[in-house]
């Protein structure tokens, strides 16, 4: 009895010792432990919903009665056409956005950065990201009257240039549609990407220019082999960075301009997740679909994040 | 030092023509990046019937309020700003005092959880349980149609918490060692000495919340489409634009009971006013806060 007893408490003694610790810190788990539990049930808990991916769901029996279907829903929707379609839509739009967003913020840094005068360099670079702010749906209401075909000002002005002699239906033309969405995402992030850019140009060693100037180097000549060189670690690593959200192509000027013969080049997997689970109520086969996105996207994600890391090190060391 | 090297600068034919042919560019880039919007400003203070006939392009040609008095005499567009305008301050005020709040627990070396903690948290940035399943907790928690959905859902948002944490951490740390010396908790370093000293990384984070609750329609469009007194101004502003698209006779009068035909408003007008209005609050505070929504753009960069 007093061996049990004794070994009791040096169990309790020794639960102390290691309870101290993280009794002396309670106030720190006191002030996380709540929001840990928060984003456990936004966050976390929403993900036993992929069970709806295995079996043919349906609302009124819930998770647990559910039939279960294995791979079925995944390969009803791998021979899916419309699958593929926005599969391949979102690709293309998203990698149309990834190269002009570049090369204008690029671009654009580039020509910023020459800039002498210090308070016209500020008002245009304030007014340039002043659209990353705006929402958009109203960036599409913008892009609806811009480009309208009756007194639309991008028709007005092209057939006062003479380029076309009557207004184009630019939003009802499949053909124009992904360089739309492309030109809207220059249009709203251009100036905003510009930024880090313009903080990378920045910190570039001033006695290189000075060089480059005794050596006779026109402007030109500086920027192309001064200032872009100085900011090739920063592109890289946001161009890495920013692969790994290539199936993100964007949702609003798909959604709002994806209509009639436009609907084959614009639905994206989000969209055709929308329409199977939502609008369809085909909840297994949109949460198959959004799986397929999400471990993709985690995939690519990890990639490069792990690669920019790397290129960082090399940066540092 | 300078002026030795503006003396030394040669002014050539080649830098001048350089100088010239920028200006021009950036001129370029300021018309282009302002005339969508000014034409709807523009567009908002005409006479709705006279826009028709087209041509407005810079100022309007037959001024009038109308629309405006439209946009605010609709019941419905003014609960949607009631709403809008509810959300964004809830919405802000939370966002910015939880994630200060995780990140002063995240940035403390000596929390036996912190790196348990910040992996959980971090997570969360990467996998999304996507649109279904996460439809289906907002259902099963009673959140459809209730303005909470606003709110909790994206009251923790992790990307700011790392923000907010890398400034915490380039706080000199003999400032909290001082406090801890005094004796003060943990809760009162966060109320008396984190949030007053770190003032410039949550009014960036504070902007960013405003922005991001101001501009959201999703989730009244998938929540709470169903309940018009939950509607919010960009969730009208999407409707109304989506209607406009369906429709090719996209000049049809919207309201035409007990109206005048020369004062008849048209979609493009109304369109154009809700616009300005929806704009109107970020286009306010931007030129004076707009340092603060640059400054965390370089804070979020160097994280991690």
């Known amino acids: ?317 | 030092m300078n002026s030795i090297k503006r003396r030394f600068k040669r002014t050539t034919l080649e830098s001048v023509i350089f100088t010239t042919v920028n200006t021009i560019i950036m001129l370029i880039v300021i018309v282009v990046m302002l005339y969508p919007f000014w034409n709807t400003v523009a567009v908002s203070l005409n006479n709705p019937q006279d826009t028709l006939k087209g041509g407005i392009t810079l100022f309007p040609r037959k001024f009038s309020t109308y629309n405006y008095e439209t946009v605010f005499g609709n019941r419905l567009l003014v609960t949607a700003a009631v709403n809008s305008v509810l959300r964004t301050v809830l919405s802000t005020i939370l966002g910015v005092v939880v994630s200060a709040m995780i990140a002063y627990v995240l940035s403390r070396p000596e929390f036996l959880w912190r790196k348990f903690a910040t992996r959980y948290f971090l997570v969360t940035m990467y996998v999304s349980a996507g649109l279904i399943p996460n439809y289906f907790l907002i259902r099963d928690l009673g959140l459809i149609n209730n303005f909470l959905v606003y709110i909790l859902p994206g009251m923790v948002s992790v990307f700011n918490v790392i923000v907010v944490r890398s400034y915490i951490r380039s706080l000199p740390s003999s400032l909290f060692e001082a406090a801890f010396i005094d004796g003060v908790g943990h809760f009162r370093c966060f109320l008396m000495i984190v949030l007053p000293c770190c003032k410039p990384v949550l009014a960036t984070i504070a902007l960013w919340c405003a922005v991001g609750a101001w501009n959201s329609w999703f989730d009244t469009f998938i929540y709470c489409s169903s309940k018009e007194s939950l509607t919010t101004l960009q969730y009208e502003m999407m409707k109304m634009l989506a209607a406009s698209m369906a429709s090719s006779r996209s000049q049809d009068a919207i309201y035409s009971a007990g109206q005048t035909a020369s004062n008849l408003v048209t979609p493009v007008s109304m369109r154009a006013a809700i616009t300005v209005v929806a704009a109107l609050p970020i286009l306010m505070v931007y030129p004076f806060l707009q340092k603060y929504f640059v400054k965390g753009v370089m804070i979020g960069s160097v994280k991690e």
């Open chain 1, 1 to 317: 009895m007093t061996v049990l007893k004794s070994k009791l408490n040096m169990f309790m003694m020794s639960l102390q010792r290691k309870l101290k610790p993280y009794l002396a810190q309670k106030s720190l788990f006191f002030m996380i432990i709540p929001w840990m539990i928060f984003t456990f049930i936004f966050s976390y808990l929403p993900l036993t919903g992929w069970i709806m991916a295995f079996q043919n769901f349906r609302p009124g029996k819930g998770y647990w009665r559910s039939p279960f279907v294995g791979f079925d829903q995944f390969k009803f929707l791998f021979s899916e056409p419309g699958f593929w379609r926005s599969f391949r839509n979102t690709l293309g739009m998203s990698t149309m956005n990834l190269i002009f967003s570049f090369v204008f913020a690029i671009g654009f840094a580039l020509l910023l950065n020459e800039v002498k005068n210090t308070y016209f360099k500020r008002t245009v670079q304030t007014i340039s990201y002043l659209p990353h702010f705006l929402s958009w749906i109203i960036v599409c209401g913008l892009i609806s009257s811009i480009l309208s075909s009756s007194d639309g000002a991008f028709n007005n002005l092209l057939m006062w240039l003479g380029i076309i002699d009557r207004p184009i239906l630019w939003l009802g033309e499949p053909k124009y549609f992904w360089w739309i969405v492309a030109f809207a995402n220059v249009w709203k992030e251009t100036g905003w990407n510009s930024i880090i850019y313009l903080a990378a140009m920045s910190s570039i060693d001033p006695a290189l220019y000075e060089a480059c100037e005794i050596d006779g180097g026109s402007r030109y000549r500086k920027m192309w082999h001064i200032t872009l060189p100085g900011i090739r670690q920063t592109i890289l690593v946001l161009l890495i960075m920013n692969l790994g959200w290539i199936l993100n192509a964007g949702f609003e000027v798909q959604y709002l301009f994806g209509r009639g013969v436009v609907m084959d080049v614009s639905e994206t997997i989000d969209i055709f997740v929308l329409k199977y689970g939502i609008t369809l109520g085909n909840y297994s086969l949109a949460t198959a679909a959004g799986i397929f996105k999400s471990v993709i996207s985690i995939i690519m994600i990890v990639t490069t994040n792990y690669l920019s890391g790397k290129i960082e090190e090399e940066r540092l060391f």
